[in-house]
């Protein structure tokens, strides 16, 4: 769950910079803490305190919503996250 969560919030870092938007005609980049809010979905009871610790620490300050037993579309996956910028 955690590995997982770091990673995810890794991957939406890398989207979500200037250098990779720069490439789409995006003039500015952005980063996890100008997020509007975010949707975490955990596949696992047990993985929340730790799912949890990390989008606090990854995600500061930004406003967020934890799904717990949610049907998470890739069986490989404990958790999924998605948000608004």
């Keep these: ?19 990779n938007l720069r490439g789409y005609a995006v003039p500015e980049g952005y980063c996890l803490a100008d997020f509007q809010y975010i949707r975490v979905y955990i596949r696992r009871r047990e993985d929340y305190p730790r799912v949890k610790a990390v989008c606090e620490e ?3 300050g930004v406003p967020y919503i934890f799904y717990h037993y949610a049907d998470i579309c890739r069986s490989d996956l404990l958790m999924e996250i998605e948000g608004v910028i």
């Design 1 to 19: 769950g955690s590995r997982q969560t770091v990673t995810t919030a890794e991957n939406i870092a890398l989207l979500i910079s200037e250098e």
């Design 58 to 60: 990854r995600f500061a």
